[in-house]
């Protein structure tokens, strides 16, 4: 069992900068790939960036690619999502998932409860 807990999120200003993490406990973090998804209101969950376990290859959605890099710390069993020229259309719920499958559209087998970020004009 892998327990995972968001924490980050907040308001910002459009063009500004945050950065999330999720933190695991349980089971050994680094053998789980690791993804950041996010909700709006309204809107389907989708997918927003994603590592591999070694940390070498890592994915991201094209409405966030090179604006979101994704990390992991192995040490402190945390990935990190570090938001850069955030814009309003990123507000939403962002939920952090951890699985051993990889690829567009696998299942995840461990979810956060989610932290929100708002993006103001």
């Known amino acids: 069992q892998v327990q995972l807990v968001e924490s980050g999120g907040g308001l910002v200003q459009a063009g500004g900068s945050l950065r999330l993490s999720c933190a695991a406990s349980g089971r050994t973090f680094s053998d789980y790939n690791v993804a950041w998804f996010r909700q709006a209101p309204g809107k389907q969950r989708e997918f927003v960036a994603s590592?591999?376990?070694?940390?070498?290859?890592?994915s991201y959605a094209a409405a966030v690619k090179g604006r979101f890099p994704i990390s992991r710390d192995y040490a402190k069993n945390t990935v990190f999502l570090h938001m850069n020229s955030l814009k309003t259309e990123d507000t939403a719920v962002y939920y952090c998932?951890?699985?051993?499958?990889w690829g567009p559209g696998v299942p995840y087998d461990y979810w956060g409860q989610g932290t929100q970020v708002t993006v103001s004009s």
């Open positions: 590592i591999t376990v070694s940390g070498s290859v890592k």
């Open positions: 998932a951890a699985g051993r499958n």
